[in-house]
C-alpha cells in the first residue's frame, strides 16, 4: 500500500537526519588517515570583528570580555563595527582607545557591515563572534590551534547557552549539545558544515565578499571555505556563552530568519553540493543541511497523517501503537507550550515543544523565503 511506503519514506528521513547521519560519520571516520596532534609554532595574529546594531546593553560587557583574553594585547586588533545604531553603541565602542571603531548612519544589513570590517582587519586570522556572545578567557588560543594543519581554513567554536529557568534555555541548551556532538563527528570526518555566528575564525586569505543580500552570512562565510578547498575544524574547548531568548516571539523570529537564511545558502553556495568537484562537503552538506532544512518539518506532517489514515484503515496493530506514540510526543509538545507561557520548564516536555517549534519554524522560514519576505534587516532576539 503507498501509505505504508511514504510513512515509512518519512520515518527514515527523519532518523538518517538526526541519528543515521551521524552514526554513519563515527563509522566512516574509523577510516580515515590519522595526521596526529600538530601544534603551533607561535600564536597567530588576531582580528576579533564585532557587528554590534545597537548592542548598548552588552557591548562594554563584550569589550571588556575581549580584552580580558588570554592572548598577546600586540598580537590582537579588535574590530566594532556599528553600522545604524542608533543608541550609545558607537560612544560605548570608542572609549575603548584600543577599538577601531566603523559607524556609518545608514544600515545596509549584517553582511554589508561585515564585508567593510573585513576591509580593515590587519591580521592572518579573523574571528567572527556576537556581541551578546562571552567568550572564556583561553577561548581564543584554542580556537586558532586548529590552524596548525594547513588544510584548515576555518575553526568553529562552541556555543553554550547559559542556565536560566525558561523552557527556551532548556530546549535550546539540548539542541546545541547535539549539534556539538554533530559538530564533532563531521569534523572527524572531514569538516564542520557551517558555523555558528557565535564565534568563528577563518583564515584572511580565504574570506571572500558576502553578497549583501545575504541573510546567514555566517554559514556562506564558513561554507566559502570549503569551496577553496580546505576544511572547517571544529574547537570543543574554544567556548562561547550567551543566554537564551527573552521569549518566545524572539526566539520564533530568530529561528524563522535562519530558516529563511538557510534555505537562501542553498543558492549561494549551491556549488558545495557538486559531488563530483567537493565529493565529502556535497555528503555533508546534503545530509546535515538539505535533508533538515528541506524535508524534515514536512516529513514530521506526512508521518503523522498517513499514520492516522493507515489506522483508519484497520491496519495492525503495530501502527496504532506508533500513532499512539506520536499523539503522545504531540500532547508533551503542546503541554511544554502551555509551561512555556507561564514561563516554567520540565525537560520531559520542553523538549517535545522545542523540536516542534524548531520544525515550525523551518517551515515558516521557508515561506518567508519563497515569498521574499525576509529582509536583511532584522530584530534581534532579547536576551
Given amino acids: 500500500m503507498w501509505m505504508i511506503t511514504v510513512l515509512w519514506i518519512s520515518a527514515a528521513v527523519l532518523f538518517f537526519t538526526y541519528a543515521g547521519y551521524p552514526l554513519l560519520l563515527w563509522l566512516m571516520s574509523f577510516f580515515k ?10 600564536l597567530p595574529s588576531v582580528s576579533i570583528i564585532i557587528a554590534a546594531f545597537n548592542e548598548e546593553q552588552v557591548l562594554e560587557k563584550k569589550l571588556q570580555n575581549s580584552f580580558a583574553l588570554r592572548y598577546p594585547k600586540e598580537l590582537l586588533q579588535v574590530i566594532v563595527v556599528a553600522d545604524g545604531s542608533t543608541d550609545r553603541t558607537v560612544q560605548i565602542a570608542s572609549s575603548f582607545k584600543a577599538v577601531l571603531m566603523l559607524h556609518e548612519a545608514d544600515r545596509k544589513g549584517k553582511a554589508a557591515a561585515v564585508n567593510r570590517a573585513v576591509s580593515f582587519a590587519q591580521n592572518e586570522i579573523i574571528v567572527f563572534t ?89 554559514f556562506f562565510l564558513s561554507l566559502s571555505v570549503n569551496l577553496q578547498q580546505k576544511k572547517c575544524a ?11 531568548s527573552l521569549s518566545l516571539t524572539d526566539e520564533w523570529n530568530r529561528k524563522v530568519r535562519i530558516a529563511s537564511g538557510g ?42 497523517f498517513t499514520n492516522y489514515l493507515l489506522v483508519m484503515n484497520g491496519a495492525s496493530y503495530f501502527y496504532s501503537l506508533l500513532l499512539l506514540l506520536q499523539v503522545l510526543f504531540y ?6 507550550w502551555m509551561m512555556a507561557v507561564n ?24 515561506w518567508q523565503f519563497v515569498t521574499g519576505k525576509q529582509s536583511v534587516l532584522w530584530q534581534k532576539a532579547k536576551r
Fill in 234 to 244: 571544529y574547537a570543543k574547548k574554544a567556548v562561547s556563552t550567551e543566554a537564551a
Fill in 33 to 42: 588517515k590519522k595526521n596526529g596532534n600538530k601544534s603551533l609554532q607561535g
Fill in 263 to 304: 534555505m537562501q545558502s542553498l543558492f549561494l553556495v549551491s556549488a558545495a553540493l557538486n559531488l563530483f568537484k567537493h565529493p565529502r562537503v556535497a555528503f555533508q552538506f546534503f545530509c546535515h543541511r538539505v535533508l533538515r532544512w528541506l524535508f524534515c518539518a514536512p516529513a514530521f506532517i506526512i508521518l503523522f
Fill in 130 to 218: 556576537d556581541a551578546n556572545s562571552f567568550m572564556q578567557p583561553d577561548t581564543l588560543q584554542e580556537l586558532v590551534a586548529p590552524f596548525a594543519d594547513k588544510e584548515t581554513g576555518a575553526v568553529a567554536g562552541e556555543k553554550k547557552i547559559a542556565d536560566a529557568e525558561s523552557i527556551i534555555a532548556s530546549g535550546e541548551g539540548m539542541y546545541w549539545k547535539y549539534e556539538s556532538w554533530l559538530k564533532q563527528k563531521e569534523a572527524d570526518f572531514y569538516t564542520v558544515v557551517g558555523a555558528a555566528g557565535e564565534l568563528f575564525a577563518l583564515r584572511k586569505e580565504l574570506v571572500v565578499t558576502i553578497p549583501e543580500n545575504a541573510i546567514t552570512d555566517d
Fill in 331 to 336: 500532547v508533551f509538545a503542546v503541554t511544554g
Fill in 343 to 366: 514561563r516554567k520548564t520540565i525537560f520531559l516536555f520542553s523538549t517535545p515543544f522545542y523540536i516542534l517549534f524548531m520544525h515550525a519554524a523551518m517551515l515558516a522560514g521557508a
